[in-house]
């Protein structure tokens, strides 16, 4: 299934920028110095690919109203031109790897909101991945980037995961998160008690099984890609999506053998990782042509991002990857149940809107409930500052973009609030759970269509979908 070109402005002539001025950013010393690609450096590999890229930029300044960091503290090296600046400068010699580089290479968000306005096609994400990974070869990153790569490993190995977030589930039901946030702990990491959501009691098994329509022929098969977090933390989302695509005409299957994207370890500089992760999800997946839909933002963005991330084999992989919303916006759905609450908000999710390009979508969706009131937040472009684990790395910059976000929804009168993302969703909720007004739902975009859904659907095993379906 095809799906649609990223969300960017593209150049309709390719300028060639100027080369970095060494007078601008001179070496410590003052004298010349090597570049880069002119010594052996093991951890400098990925960032040497991405000169093409860097020097790309014109440092015409569009990207300085898109981005986040730079509109909290108008400071250039926290705009996507200051840190391609720095970048090159690293490159070529002219600087060192100081603390205050480090500092601020690792304060974008990876929202890709520098990219969508871009004239000159800069992919900023690929430069922040291969300057993390810079990083973590080097060990220059402080301690919080160094714990949350390593927690990041987890997310693979699905015994380990389970583990973890069943003695989340545990600390909740014994009032331990309502504690930790009582005594200052949660809010250290940028997290409160009302941002996490209930652990259900059972997770999604990745064993093949999965839905079909409960009458009426099949529209198609589609594979489920179910995550690591939205399948065991948020199970009730992923069912609800596998019910919603049962409930429009599909086959829905659970993939046997998939496993986390490996966003998170990429946007980390934990690129072994991601590689790993990618190569356990080709295998998965090979030897199909089906639809591989998902519900998550940032996987989708990851994994439509597959060939340059884990190698241009991905390709066919990642040309199969779509949205929920992008695949049933097409369909003719019953969507006649009640309306959340209003006014209704869409918080569009930074790798929805800008790295993918899903914008109308699914608010068509949310309008053929009959009866909904749906209403435009301001500055849909800026990140919540969930941003992955974001929140956890730089609460002091995660906390002001949420805050912001808040009174947003605050400002339009909202009383639920939808998103398609599940940092999104505990980032803003967590928020809003803040304030002293009236209470905001934060509700995945997919909950709130399965409700507005009366068609009933059937859960099956893996055996019953390797049979023939002979129904009419």
Not at 35 to 64: I, S
Not at 161 to 182: D, F, I, K
Not at 187 to 214: H, I, N, Q
Request: contains cysteine; proline residues 8%; glycine residues 8%.
């Amino acid at each position: 299934m095809s799906t649609p070109p990223r969300a960017r402005s593209t150049p309709t002539s390719k300028r060639t920028p100027a080369p970095f001025d060494a007078t601008a950013a001179p070496s410590p010393n003052g004298s010349a110095t090597r570049r880069r690609e002119d010594t052996e450096h093991p951890g400098w590999d990925a960032l040497k690919r991405e000169r093409a890229n860097l020097e790309a930029c014109v440092r015409c300044g569009l990207c300085l109203p898109a981005c986040p960091t730079y509109r909290i503290g108008a400071l250039e090296e926290e705009s996507p031109r200051g840190r391609i600046a720095v970048a090159l400068a690293l490159l070529d010699g002219h600087i060192e790897l100081t603390p205050d580089v480090v500092e601020h290479q690792m304060s974008c968000l990876l929202c890709e909101g520098c990219t969508a306005v871009c004239p000159a096609g800069v992919e900023m994400e690929h430069i922040a991945v291969a300057m993390r990974e810079v990083l973590a070869e080097e060990h220059a990153r402080p301690w919080r980037p160094s714990v949350a790569a390593r927690a990041m490993r987890v997310l693979g190995d699905r015994p380990r995961l389970e583990r973890r977030v069943r003695w989340l589930g545990r600390a909740q039901r014994a009032g331990l998160t309502n504690l930790g946030e009582a005594i200052g702990a949660l809010s250290k990491f940028g997290m409160s008690a009302a941002s996490l959501p209930r652990v259900p009691e059972e997770f999604l098994t990745v064993d093949g099984s999965g839905w079909r329509p409960a009458t009426g022929p099949v529209r198609g098969r589609v594979e489920l890609f179910v995550g690591c977090l939205m399948s065991t933390l948020l199970a009730p989302l992923d069912v609800a999506t596998g019910e919603l695509l049962a409930a429009a005409g599909y086959e829905v299957v659970v993939t046997t053998g998939q496993t986390c994207c490996g966003a998170l370890s990429a946007h980390e500089g934990d690129t072994t990782t991601a590689r790993e992760l990618g190569a356990r999800n080709l295998k998965a997946f090979a030897g199909l042509d089906t639809p591989i839909v998902l519900n998550s933002a940032g996987c989708g963005a990851f994994l439509k991002e597959y060939p340059h991330h884990i190698g241009p084999g991905s390709a066919p992989l990642a040309g199969r990857v779509v949205d929920v919303a992008e695949l049933l916006v097409d369909v003719d759905l019953d969507l006649s149940g009640p309306p959340p609450p209003g006014p209704v908000a869409y918080h569009d999710a930074c790798h929805a809107r800008l790295a993918q390009g899903i914008i109308e979508a699914p608010r068509a969706l949310l309008r053929r409930i009959p009866g909904i009131e749906l209403v435009e937040l301001a500055d849909p472009t800026i990140c919540c500052g969930s941003a992955g684990v974001y929140n956890i790395l730089k609460p002091e910059t995660a906390d002001e973009l949420g805050r912001r976000r808040a009174r947003s929804v605050r400002d339009v009168q909202a009383r639920t609030v939808v998103t398609a993302n599940p940092g999104c969703l505990m980032q803003v909720r967590s928020h809003l759970a803040r304030d002293r007004g009236d209470p905001v739902a934060v509700r995945h975009l997919v909950e709130v269509l399965r409700a507005a859904c009366p068609t009933p659907v059937e859960r099956v095993s893996a055996e019953v979908l390797r049979e023939p379906d002979h129904r009419p």
